[in-house]
């Protein structure tokens, strides 16, 4: 097996307990993994005050922050197949995703770079002769920035590039599940020479080590990407030492269909929307609203796109579908797909065993159109879970996207522009795609609506929630200050 330490204070430290990691692709332990509880966890945050309060990261310039997280693109670059590799043991996740998406890694740490040096304060006009006034632009301070099991280079990048270009330090926590891409990518972070302390990274089960990072008291603020019931904790814990929070939560994003849509197109995107990283995705389009006099035509197009998938070995290049990250995940989605077929949904695709011996759960298409209720059209499965409804008109498609407590992200198909304006301006979520879908950049915020979180990810203003501001009062006057009983 191999093995993986946790990163405290620039050393790589062993902690005194250990668990093991499971390939999905197998059910088999593959790694072993040091465990952060209560001491580990106090180790780091001690570690990223010290590093932020010390004078050669607070005097270090914005620029060679910059060049900090310049080198470490290059270096995840150097190392992608070696990183995505691992991502793809752990998480079971496919090796043309996880390759992909290493790419963006170091292109997100690029955008953050080139930024650290244009976060400006601004001079304020003030209507008092004898004032110059300014507002410089601070670091929020030591940030815990807390990730889920998918994507976790990708989503510790969103926290971590923005964070050290406004000048914070952190101690990242990678999910339990699935670690070793993050504690081997602590290597990287050593590598490119950052200051000890200044990024931690460490991982540990919810209430040893999630919480006790949450409720530290020296927490500036929590970045938090996961589900729903987590971030409620969160929030519990950000009452104890009053951090501010952003939430990147779950979603049942809308795949609206209109009659005059590219279906070929649109089914293809529905394909990538729903069973791209076998639908552990927080985008998954998992809602399929489908305009009714194409419903036929677009499920057949659909259903023959899904029995041609490639499921097989994650490690694969071919393979276009592999494993559930985790078996009690896998246990869940069979019990919600059982549970909405009792309630009158149709299985139109899956549901069945795949033959494989890991967590495989098959690309799976349910008719809900006579049981809107059911829970596979409410509840974030993070499986490959389709539930299809019908639409009849235009408001019809708004009132059934915004029946979700949830607001992420929306896919809209039609070739009619006007149309496409108004659904884009209804649709309650924070990403709405026009005809495409599971498109990011480093420039565009993400980030939801209602239960799917607050705050955003991606693009400038991301960078300015790392920071605060504070206000300069200069008073330019030579003269003795007078009537010292007013305010000025
Ligand atoms: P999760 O909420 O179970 O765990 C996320 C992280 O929180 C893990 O590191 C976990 O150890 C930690 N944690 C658990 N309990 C904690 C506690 N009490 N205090 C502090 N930390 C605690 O999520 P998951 O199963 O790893 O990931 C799947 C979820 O993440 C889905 O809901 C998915 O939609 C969401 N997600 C959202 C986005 C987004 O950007 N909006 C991206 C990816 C995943």
Not at 289 to 318: N, R, S, W, Y
Not at 464 to 476: C, I, N
Request: net charge negative; proline share 5%.
């Amino acid at each position: 097996m191999e093995s993986f330490k946790l990163y405290i204070d620039g050393q790589f430290v062993p902690g005194n307990t250990t668990f093991t990691s499971l390939n999905p692709a197998t059910a088999e332990p593959w790694a072993c993994i040091a465990e952060a509880r209560k001491e580990e966890t106090d180790n780091a945050v001690n570690a990223a005050v010290r590093a932020f309060e010390s004078d050669s990261w607070r005097t270090l310039t914005a620029g060679a922050r910059g060049r900090l997280l310049l080198r470490l693109a290059d270096l995840i670059e150097r190392d992608a197949m070696k990183l995505a590799r691992l991502e793809t043991l752990d998480t079971g996740k496919i090796i043309r995703e996880t390759r992909a998406q290493i790419a963006y890694v170091a292109e997100y740490y690029r955008f953050y770079a080139g930024l650290a040096d244009k976060m400006d304060g601004s001079s304020l006009s003030i209507d008092k002769a004898d004032m110059e006034t300014w507002i410089k632009r601070e670091p929020l301070g030591v940030v815990a920035a807390i990730i889920p099991w998918n994507s976790q280079l990708f989503l510790s990048a969103v926290k971590i590039g923005p964070a050290i270009a406004a000048g914070c330090t952190l101690v990242v926590k990678a999910a339990e599940v699935a670690p070793t891409p993050l504690l081997a990518f602590a290597g990287l972070i050593d590598e490119a020479g950052f200051p000890p302390g200044v990024i931690n990274i460490i991982t540990g089960f919810a209430e040893e080590c999630g919480s006790c990072l949450t409720s530290h008291p020296l927490i500036d603020h929590i970045a938090f990407t996961g589900g729903a019931e987590t971030a409620r904790h969160i929030i519990r814990n950000s009452a104890i030492n009053l951090a501010s929070t952003s939430l990147e939560l779950g979603g049942k994003s809308p795949f609206i269909v209109f009659a005059d849509a590219d279906l070929e197109s649109a089914a293809n995107a529905q394909i990538a929307a729903i069973f791209s990283a076998s639908g552990q995705s927080c985008v998954a389009g998992s809602r399929l609203l489908v305009q009714e006099t194409v419903k036929e035509q677009f499920l057949h197009l659909l259903v023959t796109k899904a029995q041609g998938i490639i499921i097989g070995c994650p490690q694969d290049p071919e393979t276009q579908f592999g494993p559930l990250c985790t078996a009690a995940q896998k246990e869940i989605i069979e019990q919600v797909v059982t549970r909405s077929i009792a309630r009158g949904a149709k299985l139109i695709l899956g549901n069945q065993p795949v033959g494989k011996k890991g967590f495989y759960y098959p690309p799976t298409i349910l008719d809900c159109s006579q049981c809107p209720d059911a829970d596979s059209v409410s509840q974030e499965l993070f499986g490959p879970v389709l539930s299809v409804l019908t639409f009849s008109n235009e408001a019809d498609a708004i009132r059934l996207a915004n029946s979700s407590e949830y607001g992420l992200a929306a896919g809209i198909f039609t070739r009619n522009l006007t149309l496409a304006h108004r659904v884009t301006r209804k649709v309650r979520s924070g990403v709405v795609w026009v005809n495409t879908y599971r498109v990011v950049s480093p420039l565009a915020p993400f980030g939801g609506f209602g239960k799917s979180g607050f705050g955003r990810e991606g693009g400038i203003d991301a960078a300015l929630e790392y920071t605060t501001t504070k206000t300069v009062w200069l008073r330019t006057s030579d003269e003795p200050i007078d009537d010292p009983f007013i305010m000025r």
